[in-house]
C-alpha cells in the first residue's frame, strides 16, 4: 500500500519536472542570451570609444595575444588603419548603437556591428571578437 502511494505521488511529480525544466530552461535561455550579447556589445563599443580617443595602446591589448605576433598587429598598425577610416570620414564623433550579428555559439568568432557618427558620414564597424578578445574590426565597404 505505501508503495502504491509512493508511485501515485512520485511519477506525476517526475513528470511534472520533466515538463517544467525545459519550460525554465526556455525562459532562462533568452536571457543568458541578451546577457551575453549586453557583454559583446560593450566590449566592442569599449574598442571603439578608445579608438575614438586615440587610446591606441590600450585599445591593441584587447587584441587576441596571438594573433598580435602572427598579424604584427600594434598600436602603430591600429592607429595607421584608424587614421584611414576618419580620413574618409571625417573625426570621430559617437557611437550611435551596437548589435551583436553573430553570437559565437557554440565555439566560434562573434561579430559586433557599431554603427558610428563621425564629421562627414555615419559608419558601420564590425569587430570581431574570438570570446572578449578582438580578432579584428573594419569598416562595411
Known amino acids: 500500500m505505501k508503495s502504491a502511494l509512493f508511485l501515485s505521488v512520485l511519477v506525476p511529480a517526475v513528470m511534472l519536472v520533466g515538463v517544467a525544466l525545459p519550460q525554465a530552461q526556455a525562459q532562462t535561455a533568452p536571457e543568458a542570451r ?36 602572427v598579424n604584427d598587429i600594434s598600436a602603430r598598425s591600429i592607429q595607421t588603419y584608424w587614421n584611414d577610416i576618419v580620413a574618409e570620414s571625417g573625426p570621430f564623433r559617437q557611437i550611435i548603437r551596437s548589435t551583436v550579428l553573430s553570437d559565437g555559439r557554440p565555439n566560434g568568432e562573434s561579430v559586433v556591428s557599431v554603427v558610428c557618427q563621425f564629421g562627414r558620414t555615419n559608419r558601420e564597424l564590425f569587430v570581431v571578437l574570438s570570446g572578449t578578445d578582438v580578432v579584428s574590426f573594419s569598416p562595411v565597404e
Open 34 to 69: 541578451q546577457v551575453s550579447q549586453v557583454s559583446l556589445t560593450a566590449i566592442a563599443e569599449s574598442f571603439i570609444t578608445r579608438l575614438g580617443e586615440q587610446q591606441f595602446e590600450s585599445a591593441v591589448a584587447d587584441y587576441e595575444a596571438s594573433l598580435q605576433d
